[in-house]
């Protein structure tokens, strides 16, 4: 069974510049996160999707990160326009809503670097 | 405020010993679970522990969940280069699919 996967792996942009993170989650797998790891830190969570529903954006900074996730199927992570501090690892994941506890399966990640 | 603490952040230590990293919180998790990453790579779980006191073992680790879910401890024995990697602890405060509370992570390095 093929895992998460993520496109592009690296991405180098000028600040002020749009930039764009795919993912194409588990088979099956209704529920999906992004999250942002800086350096030396864990992962924290920037937005988590029920089907195409964003149903936890709290973390998200809305002025300039977007995200979509159209038919509940892949989705896309959108930084317009980047700082330097937006420069990270971006990871998305996706588990199988269980009642019981929270397993997530994480892509690569895309390292992005703001110069 | 970090929520989950996790400690030693650095750990270098020869192949064959026998460490334990520690996550500490205040607060009560539904479900923790630990993971390993390799650089350039996404985290990969390890395990998942949802019983106050519950102890699962893989391999050479060993996982336990304290009593009061509140912390959780990794245990490795006899500690190859293999399981050199950054690994992290992660807590769901509440069920089904909300989104995980990592802790900053432990950096191991087992020296042949």
């Known amino acids: 069974e093929a895992g998460v996967v993520q496109s592009p792996r690296y991405k180098i942009i000028e600040k002020k510049q749009p930039v764009a993170f795919w993912c194409n989650p588990i088979s099956g797998h209704n529920t999906l996160y992004w999250y942002r790891q800086n350096l030396g830190q864990g992962p924290e969570l920037l937005i988590r999707y029920e089907n195409e529903e964003a149903v936890d954006d709290s973390q998200l900074p809305k002025d300039r990160f977007s995200a979509e996730r159209l038919k509940g199927v892949d989705s896309t992570l959108k930084i317009q326009p980047a700082e330097l501090g937006d420069s990270a690892v971006y990871l998305c994941?996706?588990?199988?809503?269980?009642?019981?506890?929270?397993?997530?399966?994480f892509g690569p990640g895309t390292r992005l670097t703001v110069l | 405020t970090q929520l989950l603490e996790q400690s030693p952040q650095f750990l270098s230590i020869q192949e064959g010993e026998n460490l334990t990293v520690y996550c500490n919180s205040s607060s009560v998790f539904s479900s923790l679970q630990w993971y390993r990453q390799e650089p350039g790579e996404g985290p990969v779980l390890l395990v998942t522990v949802v019983t106050g006191g519950e102890v699962k073992k893989l391999k050479r680790l060993t996982f336990q969940f304290g009593d009061a879910r509140k912390d959780s401890s990794l245990h490795i024995t006899a500690a190859q280069p293999g399981d050199t990697g950054l690994y992290l602890c992660a807590g769901a405060l509440g069920g089904g699919a909300d989104g995980l509370t990592f802790g900053k992570g432990t950096h191991l390095i087992i020296q042949p």
């Open positions: 994941a996706s588990s199988l809503r269980t009642g019981a506890y929270n397993e997530q399966f």
